[in-house]
């Protein structure tokens, strides 16, 4: 996502009354859930983040809802957005993060227990296939990714641009939308195995994990809890 974009969004997660929307290429206007995101855990969060092991990557955290929750469960969790006022925000509500694109090094690569992708962030990057493939580095033997995916049959790249309810826009940058479906193929390409897809309300996920686990020390965990900046 280019600067302006990122900048578009660090300003409206600092409104009270946070609004944004996703409009592409063909001119379709896509509402995004700043609102959602910036709020505490609703039921189909807590379903999902059942299904953490720690330590856990929550990759595009967004304001860090899902990463502040792990932490006060005591799940060793750390948030990485290419979003400044994001990162910050986490950081305020007591969960660890770094300003990073999940495609730059990051701490722990082959040892985190779960990678999140929720809220849309399968489609990081335009390239869904690229981005499985990364968070598959990323993982220990045995690890999994959690999958949000879009409701129904959907399967595109596109590029969008971020527009403020008051008219103005970002810079164009590729993304990608799968549904289900898209999800499981992508995750095949990826050599995921899938072990899990469940719904709550309006939402889907999916849950594949990478093969040959084996017993995870304490070494990543304690260089999370440590961490400090970045």
Do not use: K
């Not at 600067?3 to 944004?20: N, P």
């Not at 006060?72 to 957005?81: F, K, M, T």
């Not at 290419?82 to 305020?92: C, D, E, K, L, Y």
């Not at 940058?173 to 719904?199: E, N």
């Amino acid at each position: 996502m280019r600067a302006g974009a990122i900048a578009l969004y660090d300003e409206v997660l600092g409104e009270q009354a946070a609004a944004l929307a996703l409009r592409t290429a063909d001119g379709r206007v896509l509402p995004l859930q700043v609102a959602r995101w910036c709020a505490p855990p609703d039921a189909a969060d807590e379903e999902l983040l059942r299904h953490c092991r720690g330590p856990v990557l929550d990759v595009g955290c967004g304001p860090g809802r899902l990463t502040v929750a792990l932490t006060e469960r005591g799940i060793p969790a750390l948030g990485v957005d290419i979003s400044r006022a994001a990162v910050t925000r986490t950081r305020q509500s007591g969960a660890r993060a770094l300003r990073r694109s999940v495609f730059d090094p990051l701490p722990g690569q082959g040892r985190w227990a779960t990678v999140l992708l929720a809220d849309g962030n399968i489609g990081i990057g335009g390239l869904p296939a690229r981005l499985l493939h990364r968070c598959a580095q990323l993982l220990a033997p045995g690890g999994r990714i959690l999958i949000e995916a879009e409701p129904g049959n959907v399967d595109e790249q596109v590029t969008a641009r971020l527009e403020h309810p008051d008219g103005r826009r970002g810079p164009v940058f590729p993304w990608a939308r799968l549904g289900t479906a898209a999800v499981l193929r992508a995750a095949a390409d990826a050599d995921l195995r899938v072990m899990a897809q469940w719904g709550h309300a309006d939402r889907v996920f999916v849950l594949a994990t990478r093969a040959v686990a084996r017993p995870q020390g304490r070494e990543l965990v304690d260089q999370v809890s440590s961490l400090r900046s970045g």
